[in-house]
């Protein structure tokens, strides 16, 4: 099994740091450490098979890191991250792509902008009001029928920490493994389909698995 450098970068600042970061007491953190080390070693892999994605030209919100969807739709892949670090890491797999830095909250496109839109593991990182204002601003960078495919862990804990490990499995058949852990919030398919639908979406849940979820939203 190859672990990419990424898989434990990611583990270490996307998650220790956010825990050590946070407004919690010594003891509180720790606790949140021992949990997260906990899950790495004990959770399974999950397996995502991507047949497809959308078609068209695609903005995928937050696509660092791994750039699953960039590696996959190459040229037709804008990639908005907030983070320079997780562009860096995953630019060089995808240099075909479109690599933006910014935050999704406020993207520098005109209305109707994007045939579609996607989004693997990146919203698990974001409040839910914050999800809010990145729904908002993804329907408005979509054209009419235009598409948002969400894969995304589901979270039912709002305290402590989360951490999901993924085999995802490529249409060339390429296997990434990699793994994202958050600060906990409850983020499971039905509160995401609500903000979805509260920003006008129409939302066709597709797969809902029991520790992650996919689902198409259409504007
Ligand atoms: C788990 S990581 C990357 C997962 C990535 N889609 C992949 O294929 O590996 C989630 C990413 O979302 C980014 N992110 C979180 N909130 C964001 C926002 N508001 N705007 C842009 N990127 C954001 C983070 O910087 C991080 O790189």
């Not at 959308?54 to 739709?73: C, L, M, S, Y």
């Not at 989360?162 to 409850?186: E, L, N």
Request: a positive charge; charged letters at 30%.
């Amino acid at each position: 099994m190859v672990i990419h450098r990424c898989y434990w970068e990611r583990i270490f600042f996307l998650s220790f740091h956010q825990i050590i970061m946070s407004k919690k007491s010594r003891t509180q953190k720790l606790f949140q450490i021992v949990s997260f080390i906990f899950q790495l070693v004990v959770k399974r892999m999950q397996k995502i098979v991507l047949e497809s994605i959308p078609e068209g030209n695609i903005v995928d919100i937050g696509g660092g890191g791994e750039g699953i969807i960039a590696q996959i739709g190459g040229e037709r892949v804008t990639s908005i991250d907030k983070r320079q670090s997780e562009i860096d890491e995953a630019k060089h797999k995808a240099p075909e792509a479109t690599w933006v830095l910014a935050d999704a909250k406020d993207l520098d496109y005109s209305n109707d902008h994007f045939d579609n839109a996607t989004s693997f593991f990146s919203i698990m990182y974001m409040s839910n009001e914050e999800k809010i204002e990145v729904f908002k601003e993804v329907y408005r960078v979509l054209k009419p029928h235009g598409e948002f495919w969400v894969w995304d862990a589901s979270i039912s804990k709002e305290k402590g920490v989360f951490f999901i490990k993924i085999k995802a499995v490529i249409p060339d058949k390429k296997v990434v493994r990699t793994g994202y852990g958050v600060s906990s919030k409850k983020q499971t398919i039905n509160v995401v389909t609500k903000l979805l639908v509260e920003e006008g979406f129409k939302v066709e849940i597709i797969e809902n698995k029991k520790n992650w979820y996919f689902l198409k939203a259409k504007k």
